[in-house]
């Protein structure tokens, strides 16, 4: 099947993909950006951040592929690591998001496990949100076509208030839901239409 996306849609389609392991189409997809001019920066970034939903194998293979195709591309320098800093903008960031849920959102999390509750702000919010190369909108969308996708309903949920929180539109929301049907057989945007519709009625949108 013959994918035919815009510009400005096909990062969480590439998002997606990685994540189900569809290697054949994400090698697809990254030559319909390189012929529509995305910046391997960009491509990096979406592939990368799917470590902290499909997992570093998923993550390895996907970048591996992608180097393929930019082979002279020199790899960008490693940040500084300032654990503090990625904390501290973890948690200013993550309390954006969830306002004055924050700390229920933290408090629930730690009941099970506090490691994750301090990974989610030094790891999630803080060493990959906080990363250049994609705007924290593009970020939420292609974190809401992976969910989406793998089927994490609560997940979802939260991100499609992140991407509202971005500044994205429920249109935009929308547009990369539905267009997840088109990653193969399967109906991949079911679930997240279904979160999505009680998301605006619970919201009053």
């Given at each position: ?59 390895l293979s996907s970048l591996k592929i992608l180097k393929e ?37 933290i408090r629930n999390i730690k009941k099970f496990s506090p ?90 949108i």
């Amino acid at each position: 099947m013959k994918i035919k996306l815009s510009k400005k849609d096909l990062l969480p389609q590439i998002a997606a993909v990685s994540a189900l392991n569809d290697f054949n189409k994400l090698r697809q997809l990254i030559l319909l950006a390189k012929d529509k001019k995305i910046s391997f920066t960009k491509l990096y970034e979406t592939l990368l951040q799917n470590y902290l939903f499909a997992g570093y194998p998923s993550a390895l293979s996907s970048l591996k592929i992608l180097k393929e195709y930019f082979p002279k591309i020199k790899m960008p320098k490693v940040a500084d690591m300032n654990l503090f800093h990625f904390r501290k903008m973890g948690e200013v960031r993550c309390r954006k998001v969830y306002g004055n849920k924050y700390e229920k959102l933290i408090r629930n999390i730690k009941k099970f496990s506090p490691e994750l509750s301090e990974w989610l702000l030094l790891e999630g919010y803080g060493k990959v949100f906080g990363r250049k190369g994609l705007s924290f909108k593009e970020r939420e969308l292609c974190i809401v076509a992976v969910l989406t996708v793998m089927k994490f309903e609560d997940q979802l949920y939260s991100h499609l208030n992140g991407a509202i929180k971005a500044k994205a539109t429920i249109e935009e929301i929308e547009t990369v839901i539905k267009n997840l049907i088109l990653i193969g057989k399967k109906n991949y945007s079911r679930l997240g239409e279904k979160v999505l519709s009680r998301y605006k009625v619970e919201k009053g949108i």
